[in-house]
Nanobody, 121 residues
Framework: QVQLEEAGGGLVQAGGSLRLSCVAS?????????MGWYRQAPGKQRELVAR???????NYADSVKGRFTISRDNARDTVYLQMAYLKPEDTGVYYC??????????????WGQGTQVTVSS
């Protein structure tokens, strides 16, 4: 069973920075394709924040372009989200996502438990 373990959320003032990390842990991982971050604000649907392919191609939501940077360490099965110039509207639960193939299952989506990011004004 693959687990995505997030870390790095918290409370920060507007204009501040946070770095999220997510590690995929399992002895059966065969290949990790896309990894990404989604967020869900209270009363809103979950939305894509940023995504990165296995060879480093990235895409971002328009609302975070120029402020957030996604990266990954393939050797450590880890994805990062560096968030800068945070705004109150960035507040939400941030979920790590990975499209992962294991020795047992074909490629499928896996999700982390989520980490809270709160930006105060």
């Amino acid at each position: 069973q693959v687990q995505l373990e997030e870390a790095g959320g918290g409370l920060v003032q507007a204009g501040g920075s946070l770095r999220l990390s997510c590690v995929a842990s399992s002895s059966t991982i065969f290949r990790i394709n896309h990894m990404g971050w989604y967020r869900q604000a209270p009363g809103k649907q979950r939305e894509l924040v940023a995504r990165i392919s296995s060879d480093g191609v990235t895409n971002y939501a328009d609302s975070v372009k120029g402020r957030f940077t996604i990266s990954r360490d393939n050797a450590r099965d880890t994805v990062y989200l560096q968030m800068a110039y945070l705004k109150p509207e960035d507040t939400g639960v941030y979920y790590c996502n990975g499209m992962i193939r294991t020795a047992i299952h074909n490629t499928r989506d896996y999700w982390g438990q989520g980490t809270q990011v709160t930006v105060s004004s």
